[in-house]
């Protein structure tokens, strides 16, 4: 910048030097103060005349009138004073820094020079009130225009280090377009002043009151039009929804208002800074930086908008622009959270002015707008990133990703109402054999590995043919659509079965897989969804009789089809008759012997089959959707028989059993509440028990129901424990009351020291835990006292009683209350007769 002073000081040197040697030194007619002409420049370098051309403010430097008027009116030297001094004052009115001072200094000293070389080489020292003299005037007004004009552009690029070639034009055809109106005030002040000096003064006072009357008539037509900027920006914006949608409404806005070149927002993410502006063909373009940039740092630091321009003497907005490769900008704060703040800027304003305080005041309002619209978009667009997760999880296996039953049903439903004639649709079913030993032998992490690297392997295989679901444990379900023959369901059976064939390999250990594959297919086999699903079942546990490998159903071949179909049809009339029954086998503290509650246990007597085994009817009940409606039976009537216990003066808890169905139900915690409401019974006499498996099925949804339950003061349960998925140390992850140890592993401890230990490990570990240990399956007195020496609290078992309906409970606890009955076995044998085997 100073290398461009030092040369434009040299020409203008050398050109006054050169006209002070050829012009005469004194003016030969009417002459001015240089102090007037001096005063007039001042006012005209301090106010400036503004239009609005095509949405770019233009601006009019009037300095050229009182510059060709001191020309012709004032001596060489009092031109020079002039506008040297008018220069001096206003660099210090403006606060300008030296080197602009200086360099504006120069270049009207080198306009001046210029104009009086135009004027006196035309006319001379003749009289400028002639044609001659007009035309001397209006070219001499036009040089020291375009020279001044030159000069500024030449220092706009030398402090941007740039050409900016659509601005300079912008400023030339701006000047082109001005140049008549200078030229006209130039004239009539030449005129005026000739006529007489009143007559000059009054064009002063006229040419004043018009200025002042056009300033103010722009400023008003500005504010409206501001205002109605921002009224489109507020409309348009709020109009759009997604982040990214709104952040581009923002940038085309805020450049469009604010007349920019350009414009960027900058917002905080994980990685840094988000940087967006706008490309060529106003595409949202995004980059990634680690650290702010010079403009943000600047408005962080102060918390208020920025007006940023080569005039600021601060050597950081320079270098901020520099950085951007802007003349000028605006920059002001994004609020959209109590801890993140973004930066809106926009830069390279249109027209010949730059942007002002007035521009930075919209600007702020501007920017305030869009933080609450980026706010919104942000907001909206976590809520559906949250809809989506929990549509996702609803109809997802937490664990392998794979789609969950509710998903499969559906699936099935629509590709089984979507088929066309003569093609055809598979079902299969899929249970891993031997998964248990996996889970017993190494660990549920171990089991939980394999069943994600199967559920990739098995989504690989099927692809786009079909869905893959995993539907509880070990076993998967698949749907396969629109299929031509039933040689295409052979081959995909097949595909299916080898993902198994390669072992899995967990912690260095290579896994060997088997499973039983069951097919059955619409509509051969069926065309509803029940049909499909009982048949493929049916063919799975064919497959599983013969060691593995793929069965399609067949009837023939079938023994137990007809009646498991039966007893699924009686089963689903059962709940509305008195065949069903809820039966209570209780359980008593081990220390002291005294009945403490009761399991609530289902019982079916079948009209034509007589008694059937829980073993047989609740596995059918759970594969074709009935188990929830038993289960609500049974949850009814044990609370019921609860409450009454509690009216004799029986303090009985009670426990019933809930399926994995059941617990991911969307109602339960609301139905639970009002049935002990209805029923007066308080919440903590009610437990539910649960198998590991139940809970591992979804563990992640499992785990939010158990802590809701228990918020109502209902205790949780674990059925069976040490048979399923999880592991002892599974225990402190959950909210449970209650650890039920498996009758498989009580029974035989006193004969078998490896159940010894598991039971003596699973009592040492809940009780440490705070948890309270029932363990089943006791059945004399030698596993009694082994417990007591354990450490166990309750127990249950025939060793106590056999289960038995609510009237022979009533019987049989009156008579233990009256101490009839004692805890040993033989004395509870004419109670336990009264049951049979």
Known sequence: MWVLIAALGAVTVLAWVALLGQLPAEIIHHSLSWVAVSAALVGALLLTVTFLVRGDLIAIGLSQVPLVVGAVYLSPRGVLLATVVAQVIVGVVKRRPPSKTVFNVLSLACAAAAALAVYYGILGGRSPVSLRGWGACALATVVASLVTTVAVQVAITVSARRWAREEAMTTLRAEVATAPVGVVLVLLAVNAIWASRVAGLLFVVVGVMALIGQRSSAKLRRRYANLERLYRFAERTSGVSEVGEVVASVLGH???????????????????????????????????????????????????GLLASYDDQRAEVGAALDERNLRNALAALLTFGDDLRGVLIVGDRHGTVTFDEEDLRLFEVLASHSGVAIRGGRLLDRLRREVTAREHEALHDSLTGLANRSFFDTFLQEALLERSIGRLVAVLLMDLDGFKEINDSMGHHVGDSVLRELAVRLTTRIGEQGIVARLGGDEFGFVLPDLADAKKVGELAHTVLSALAEPVFVDGVALELRASLGVSIAPEHGEDRSNLLRRADVAMYGAKSAGGGIEVYDAGDDRH???RLVLAADLRAAPQSDDIEVWYQPQADLMTGVVVGCEALLRWTHPLHGSISPDEFIPVAERSGIIGELTWRVLETAIGQAKSWHDQGLALGVSVNVSARTLLESDLLDRLARMLTTEGLESRWLTLELTESSIMADPARSERMLAAIAQLGIQIAIDDFGTGYSSLSRLKQLPIHVVKIDKSFVMAMSTDAGDSAIVRSTIELARNLGHTVVAEGVEDQVTWDQLSALGCDQVQGYFLARPMTAAMFDVWIHQRRRGHLSVVHPVDRPVNEAFGA
């Open 254 to 304: 805020a450049r469009e208002v604010m007349g920019a070149g350009s414009a960027e927002v900058v917002l905080p993410d994980l990685e840094g800074y988000a940087c967006y502006c706008l490309d060529a063909d106003d595409r949202v373009v995004r980059t990634s930086r680690t650290e702010e940039g010079g403009l943000e740092r600047l408005v962080h630091a102060t918390g208020a």
């Open 561 to 563: 089809s007809t009646r």
